[in-house]
């Protein structure tokens, strides 16, 4: 309504002093054209508003000016009472803080010392509350309110948009977000109100009882929705993530410590990949106990992370222990690699090339050859002996490096490696298939254990298995 508008622009000339017509229509919502007929409007009816021109110039009032114009309108009292908690009334709220703000005495009135919800928080993260269209609104309240009939222009999740007619028990706002609670042929029916598009509210009155406690009716429709196709998830998270995770997750169901000082909680999420994400967000700091397929899944994407990262070194490092401290672990990143004494190292890097799908090494910067790299090191050209590295293209498997040594290998080894093939499906085809392909270039049997694994020697006698 136009008074209202009015009464805002005063009193925002009143609470702030000079303002530009920008500044006026971005508050009240209008354009600059509507906030100059208003001016003109409140100087007719003898409100002492003038202009100041130049680069800092702007609209204010004559010093001293006051009247009453606090009285709260209907929007703007429901907006105080429901704090415009996701039910299209944040300028109406916005309206009632001013009028509230110049009702106070002067020495009471410092709201500039006061700051409600701010966009983002202290870590830049934007609060997240859904846009809620205002004229949709309008309607939607004016129906819930009156007992109306109302039809809403509804587009359901994965569903084109079409009309709806229900009848309307009461609005519910959580975290943000806002629902309609109604009743459809007599079923009962949730709303997200950010999904309706348009809205009408009809003459007929709506089917519904005279008093309703909604407390009762979202706790019973809540639960139904937590019963219906949802992933329920234990996890162990640290106390400092605690709000990360409720924040993402659909519901807790229970909560208890652990005697290490984590949380233990039983909470749902709309599926498996909702769980997979919120989980992974939470990084070192939360544990998903059960499901398993829950767990196998976070630790593939933690597989990934590893071999992508692998082999890189940090200097003096620090590592997470989970728990939001660091302790030092080195001056440099561990990093294991498995060295052979052999007579012959580059054919025997050949065998394992095949045998574990490995890749030569580059040299370090800057050389551009091996020969130049060993060179580097001073040593005289007949202490020199020739060797070959190889690493896992993937960055997962340890570097292996191939060095070679007068003697040969004259006794069984204490430590072999394990070739695997993978436990998927039927397995024993595969180990057999592997240990033919390795026969083919050098490599021999010692021993076939059916069913299970092959013992086999490369073309140097060092001992190793094909298994699943």
């Not at 916005?94 to 500039?112: C, E, Q």
Request: net charge neutral; with cysteine; hydrophobic share 45%.
């Amino acid at each position: 309504m136009r008074a209202d508008r009015l009464v805002s622009l005063v009193l925002l000339l009143r609470q702030r002093g000079r303002l530009t017509a920008d500044t006026l229509a971005r508050e009240l919502e209008v354009s600059t054209r509507t906030v100059l007929r208003d001016i003109e409007a409140l100087s007719a009816a003898g409100v002492p508003v003038y202009a100041e021109r130049g680069r800092h110039g702007g609209f204010a009032l004559l010093p001293g000016f006051r009247t009453e114009l606090t009285g709260l309108n209907h929007d703007e009292a429901l907006a105080l009472l429901t704090a415009g908690s996701g039910f299209g009334l944040g300028a109406a709220l916005a309206s009632a803080r001013r009028k509230v703000a110049d009702a106070l005495p002067a020495s009471h009135r410092a709201t500039d010392r006061l700051l409600v919800e701010p966009e983002t928080d202290l870590l830049s993260r934007r609060q997240v509350t859904e846009e809620v269209p205002a004229a949709p609104m309008a309607e939607v309240r004016r129906a819930v309110l009156a007992g109306r009939r109302l039809r809403v222009h509804y587009a359901a999740a994965g569903q084109e948009p079409r009309w709806r007619t229900v009848d309307p028990i009461g609005l519910v706002t959580v975290r943000g977000r806002g629902y309609l609670l109604a009743t459809r042929g007599g079923e009962d029916r949730t709303y997200r109100l950010s999904r309706v598009l348009a809205a009408e509210a009809l003459a007929v009155p709506a089917q519904r009882p005279d008093r309703v406690d909604l407390d009762r009716i979202w706790a019973e429709r809540r639960a139904r929705f937590l019963a219906d196709g949802h992933l329920t998830v234990l996890v162990r998270v640290h106390p400092d993530r605690r709000e990360d995770l409720l924040a993402s997750a659909v519901a807790v169901r229970a909560e208890e410590p652990d005697p290490d000082g984590w949380l233990r909680l039983e909470v749902t999420f709309q599926d498996s990949w909702h769980a997979e994400w919120a989980l992974w967000q939470l990084a070192t700091q939360a544990e998903a106990l059960s499901p398993p397929s829950l767990r196998t899944a976070l630790a593939g994407r933690a597989a990934v992370l590893a071999a992508r990262y692998a082999g890189f070194s940090v200097g003096p490092s620090e590592q997470d222990d989970g728990v939001g401290e660091r302790r030092e672990v080195g001056a440099v990143a561990l990093r294991v690699d498995l060295t052979f004494d052999c007579v012959r190292a580059a054919e025997l890097a050949a065998f394992w090339k095949v045998a574990l799908g490995y890749v030569d090494e580059p040299p370090p910067a800057p050389f551009r050859t091996r020969d130049e790299w060993v060179a580097s090191f001073g040593e005289p050209a007949d202490d020199e002996g020739g060797g070959a590295w190889l690493h896992d293209p993937d960055g997962a498997g340890p570097r292996l490096v191939f060095l070679e040594v007068p003697e040969p290998k004259v006794a069984k080894n204490r430590l072999h490696i394990d070739v695997r093939v993978g436990r998927h499906g039927e397995p024993w085809p595969r180990i057999l298939a592997k240990v033919a392909e390795l026969r083919a270039i050098g490599g021999r049997v010692v021993a076939t254990f059916d069913g299970h694994h092959v013992v086999m020697a490369d073309p140097e006698g060092n001992e190793f298995c094909v298994a699943a």
